[in-house]
């Protein structure tokens, strides 16, 4: 069955805690994403990899960090330097056709802080 | 990316037909059109995307106007399944990276 798993579904963080999620797909995608959507709010981008040992800012990577070790997984961790970490945590891969990039979305993380 | 504006919101009958519109006045000539639906709390599903030619798959039908100045998304027989927000985005032949969604389309099906 191929897709993009994020684990876990819920997630709760105590103050001063650094917590992991989970992103893995077995779609061979090279490029991998993450987002984080606020209630009511658009998705904003955190960061992105285009290829295994390589990443990138997004517009709200502060407090966050990654990895990409291999190219099946993209784990995310929310630091304590996050103030407002309480948000919906979206993984996407991606692949190419005809030029064109379209994005693929896991089910989501939710994480709420304690 | 060129602006879109879609309605804020749209009921449907179980059954019927569901055609939810998208302005893209400002499209150029390279910009492709893409839909992607958010069924409450779970990630955003890609539905499907066309640059001028009508298009359709297993899941809907996206017919896009001669000018490429709107467009709009069929979902042929909707179900209670297809409650959800759908969002039309315009993007760049080739770009790659951070996928703008707006506020969408909250399509309620109802029985």
């Known amino acids: 069955d191929g897709g993009i798993t994020q684990s876990p579904k819920y997630l709760f963080r105590k103050e001063g805690q650094n917590v992991t999620l989970s992103c893995e797909q077995n779609?061979?995608?090279?490029?991998m994403y993450w987002y984080r959507q606020d209630p009511g709010q658009g998705l904003r981008l955190i960061y992105y990899?285009?290829?295994?040992?390589?990443?990138q800012k997004g517009d709200i990577a502060e407090g966050y960090s990654v990895s990409r070790e291999k190219k099946e997984s993209f784990p995310l961790t929310v630091t304590s330097a996050q103030k407002n970490p309480t948000a919906f945590y979206l993984c996407?891969?991606?692949?190419?056709?005809?030029?064109?990039?379209?994005?693929?979305f896991g089910p989501g993380t939710r994480l709420l802080v304690l | 990316d060129a602006k879109t504006t879609q309605p804020p919101s749209m009921d449907c009958a179980e059954g019927r037909a569901a055609n939810l519109p998208c302005n893209h006045s400002?499209?150029?000539?390279?910009?492709?059109v893409y839909w992607y639906r958010q069924i409450h709390s779970q990630g955003p599903q890609y539905i499907i995307h066309?640059?001028?030619n009508n298009e359709t798959n297993e899941m809907a039908s996206l017919i896009i106007t001669e000018d490429r100045k709107s467009s709009t998304l069929i979902l042929p027989h909707a179900t209670l399944r297809d409650t959800a927000v759908y969002y039309c985005?315009?993007?760049?032949?080739?770009?790659?990276?951070?996928?703008?969604f707006g506020k969408g389309t909250k399509l309620s099906v109802k029985p």
């Open positions: 996407a891969s991606s692949i190419w056709s005809g030029g064109q990039e379209t994005q693929y």
């Open positions: 779609l061979n995608h090279d490029a």
């Open positions: 990899s285009q290829i295994v040992n390589d990443f």
């Open positions: 400002t499209i150029s000539g390279n910009e492709y």
């Open positions: 066309g640059l001028k």
């Open positions: 985005i315009v993007r760049v032949w080739g770009s790659q990276g951070n996928l703008i």
